[in-house]
């Protein structure tokens, strides 16, 4: 068994900043690439940042120079720090993994979601 945590998110104003962590836990052989994707309603999901292993990163062009994504390989953790937000950065937010299961298993992992509401 593995298990995405998402934490991190809630309200916050235009222009503030919110952190998203993602504990990564269970049956795991190795991690390979991490990334944050969100839906806001009526759209499709969305890949909003990745991080690679070696910890190369990619980010949508909506979020570049206002985003950072980060791992703590020790800890299986990803995160996501949100700055300048906008209203249009309101979704919920979910942590994907690409990981090695210790059955030796290669596949992708999903969170459950967390909430994130730009508003004033």
């Known amino acids: 068994q593995v298990q995405l945590v998402e934490s991190g998110g809630g309200l916050a104003q235009p222009g503030g900043s919110l952190r998203l962590s993602c504990v990564v836990s269970?049956?795991?052989?190795?991690?390979?690439?991490m990334g944050w994707y969100r839906q806001a309603p009526g759209k499709q999901r969305e890949l909003v940042a990745h991080i690679t292993s070696g910890g190369i990163t990619n980010y949508a062009d909506s979020v570049k120079g206002r985003f950072t994504i980060s791992r703590d390989n020790a800890k299986n953790t990803v995160y996501l720090q949100m700055n300048s937000l906008k209203p249009e950065d309101t979704a919920v937010y979910y942590c994907?993994?690409?990981?090695?299961?210790?059955?030796?298993?290669?596949?992708?992992?999903w969170g459950q979601g967390t909430q994130v509401t730009v508003s004033s």
């Open positions: 269970g049956s795991i052989f190795s991690i390979n690439a």
């Open positions: 994907n993994a690409d990981l090695i299961t210790i059955a030796r298993v290669i596949r992708d992992y």
